[in-house]
């Protein structure tokens, strides 16, 4: 029986691999993002949200993982908190048990996902992101398994499941960072992207951030409500400037005793009337 059950395990993981293939193709984020969320599962065997999702720890069976839920202890991020002689007390074994099941759980991956957004001030609805993956723990986390390296998969999408982008990440890679840049159009201004990192092998480990577009437009500036202080001026260009303002002042005196002076509006309004052409 046990047989059976591991071989339909493993034809089910190959059926959901060939359906996620097909949903990169034909782009669609809700039932790419379904279709990771089973393969992971069937992968670590176990749901995202079982009370027994401690049981893919090494030393940890059905019996323990229940235990530990009961006391509690029923994430990764919870049993990362507990201590030793904790554990061993929920568990009623003996040191040093409690050492190895933490050592154990400090070789699952540390997801870490860092995203940055630059503005398109001419095209205020594209949106341009810089993604940094990595893993926390890459001195202590376990990259190989029995079917080769670990993996995970990176899927960013609109709220209402329009495909944006989907890649995948050994952690043989990951160790060393990977830099991603997204850039893509937004056609609703309630619109926001999530940006979510899969384990593909563990369940309990993803990680999922949302991003609040910037697509407001910036409003531009007419000319007399152009400031001098947003400009940037060096001694050269500040030179230039005021060589232009006296070939002025000089073409349009009258007479000798025509006054000009660096108090009055014109010569503040001409300073930024030059650098307003020449910015």
């Known amino acids: 029986m046990a047989n059976d059950t591991s071989l339909i395990f493993q034809h089910c993981i190959r059926i959901i691999k060939s359906i996620i293939e097909a949903c990169i193709v034909k782009k669609d984020a809700f039932s790419l993002k379904s279709a990771l969320d089973l ?41 990362k908190e507990t201590d030793a002689r904790t554990i061993e007390f929920a568990l009623n074994r003996n040191p040093p048990f409690g050492n190895k099941v933490l050592d154990a759980v400090a070789k699952f991956p540390e997801l870490s996902m860092n995203i940055s957004q630059v503005k398109d ?8 992101l810089y993604i940094q993956l990595s893993l926390r723990n890459r001195e202590k986390v376990k990259l190989y398994g029995k079917s080769g390296s670990f993996t995970a998969s990176l899927l960013v ?16 890679k990951l160790i060393h960072g990977e830099n991603v840049r997204i850039m893509t159009r937004i056609t609703d201004p309630k619109q926001t992207i999530h ?46 400037c005021d060589q232009a303002i006296d070939h002025f002042k000089r073409a349009n005196s009258s007479s000798p ?5 660096e108090d009055g509006n014109e010569y503040h309004l001409i300073k930024r009337y030059i650098a307003f052409c020449f910015r």
Not at 122 to 128: A, F, G, R, T
Not at 157 to 172: A, E, L
Request: hydrophobic share 40%.
């Open 157 to 172: 999408y609109t709220n209402d499941y329009q495909f944006i982008h989907y890649q995948k990440f050994f952690f043989s």
């Open 39 to 79: 393969g992971k599962s069937l992968a670590a065997k176990t749901w995202e949200n079982s009370p027994l999702l401690l049981k893919q720890i090494d030393g940890i069976g059905v019996s323990f993982a229940r235990m530990l839920s009961n006391a509690g202890i029923n994430t990764f991020k919870k049993i």
């Open 121 to 128: 001030l001419i095209n205020p609805s594209e949106v341009e």
């Open 195 to 240: 940006c979510a990192l899969i384990s593909d092998d563990f369940a309990g480990l993803d990680i999922s951030e949302e991003v609040l577009p910037d697509i407001k437009a910036r409003p531009k500036k007419k000319v007399n409500q152009f400031d001098e202080d947003d400009l940037d001026f060096d001694s050269d260009w500040i030179q230039s």
């Open 257 to 261: 005793g025509d006054s000009f002076s």
